[in-house]
Structure formats: C-alpha cells, structure tokens
C-alpha cells in the first residue's frame, strides 16, 4: 500500500534548540496535514497545507507544502518542554481520498 | 464546547467477546472515521462513513464492524474474530467540504485478558 516515511524516528534535544523532522512518499499528495499526540491522547491538528510550495506557521510551528508535493517538514523553533510528544505526518491521496499517516517522531526536550 | 467524545477511556474484553467503542460528534460532521494504533507505528485506518447509512472498509476491517445509524455517532465493534484486538483506537471525524482536515477524538485502549 501507499507508505510515507517520516524522519526522524525519535530526537532528544536541549531546550530551546530548533527541530526539524519530514516526511517523502513517491506519491504525489493534495494535501499535508501535521498532528501531536501526546501520550495517552488522540492525535491533536497543527497544521494543514493546501497547496504546493504553501509555507504555513503557528507560532513557534513552520510546515511546508513540498513543490514536488511528495514531501512536507515540520520545524519547531526555540523548543519548550511541553512540545514532547508524538508528531505525526498525513498526506491525502486524491479528492475526498483516505489519509495516509507517517510512523511518526517521537520528540524528547530536555529542559 | 464542540468536541469528539469516545467512551470509555480503558476497555477490558475477554478471550471470544465482541465489544463496542463508543464515538459522537457534535461538530456537524458528515465523515466519520476509526483508526487502529499500535505502539511505535501510525494510524491504520478500520473503517470509514461518509454519510448517514453508509459506510466503507478501511485497510484493517477484519475482524471489526460499524454502524452510522444517526449522524453524530459512529460506533465499532471489535468482534472475536479479531485475534489481536489489544490497541489505541482513535474515532476522528470532518466535514463533508474539508474531508481531509480530520479532528481526533481522546481515544479507547482495549486490552484482552
């Protein structure tokens, strides 16, 4: 079936320090969607991309839209100890298509 | 306050019993959705329903079955064909026009004694 790949699989970092982490496939997606969980939790919304090239932030959050739209990252700036968690990559195939969800990258912040 | 709600938080099933893991919505959402997750992967996806009445097989249906009697609520049930029922379910939901903009619920975790 389709698979994303989602890199890293875990990072552990120094408080305040910047993260990066993204996502490929060798499928084309129409939209990227980027999730937290935390433990226990379901899966929380941060950001959603529409279109190719699309550079989107919320707050201390950056995520692109790749201009091949077979890639996405997600860049955290100036982490805090409270951005632990799971964050998880989804890509939607088509038009009203199933997402599709990376493995994952599980974030440790020391503080 | 809108929200998605899944009942309850921890679930118990024994060897050879169904089960049934609650999901409302009160957002007015036409599309429902139950994932599957297994430590240290992603969200497989069960089963899907876009409208009232209807509904489709995910990757993993096997063993599972749902319903989609009313609009708010999408419930599944974890049959005894389901061999390796322990896991983190997730219930999500979206609206028809933004159907992959899909907004999670707290989540079950059935485990099998």
């Known amino acids: 079936g389709q698979q994303l790949n989602q890199s890293p699989q875990s990072m552990f970092i120094q408080e305040g320090e910047d993260v990066s982490m993204n996502c490929t496939s060798s499928?084309?997606?129409?939209?990227w969607l980027w999730y937290k969980q935390d433990p226990g939790e379901g899966p929380v919304l941060l950001i959603a991309?529409?279109?190719?090239?699309e550079l989107t932030s919320n707050g201390r959050l950056t995520a692109q839209f790749g201009i091949t739209r077979k890639d996405s990252f997600l860049n955290i700036s100036a982490s805090i100890p409270s951005d632990v968690g799971i964050y998880f990559c989804?890509?939607?195939?088509?038009?009203?298509?199933?997402?599709?969800f990376g493995q994952g990258t599980e974030l440790s912040v020391k503080p | 306050d809108g929200g998605i709600t899944q009942s309850p938080k921890y679930l118990f099933r024994k060897e050879g019993q169904n089960v049934t893991l609650s999901c409302e919505q009160n957002?007015?959402?036409?599309?429902m959705y139950w994932y599957r997750q297994d430590p240290g992967q992603g969200l497989r996806l069960i089963y899907y329903s876009q409208i009232v009445n209807d509904f489709q097989k995910g990757d993993i249906a096997e063993g599972y079955s749902v319903s989609r009697e009313k609009k708010e609520s999408f419930p599944l049930t974890v049959t005894s064909a389901q061999k390796n029922p322990t896991a983190f379910y997730l219930c999500?939901?979206?609206?028809?026009?933004?159907?992959?903009?899909?907004?999670f619920g707290p989540g079950t975790r059935l485990l099998v004694l």
């Open positions: 989804a890509g939607q195939l088509g038009q009203g298509g199933k997402l599709i």
């Open positions: 499928s084309i997606f129409n939209t």
């Open positions: 957002l007015n959402h036409d599309a």
């Open positions: 991309l529409y279109k190719a090239g």
């Open positions: 999500a939901s979206a609206s028809r026009r933004y159907q992959e903009t899909q907004y």
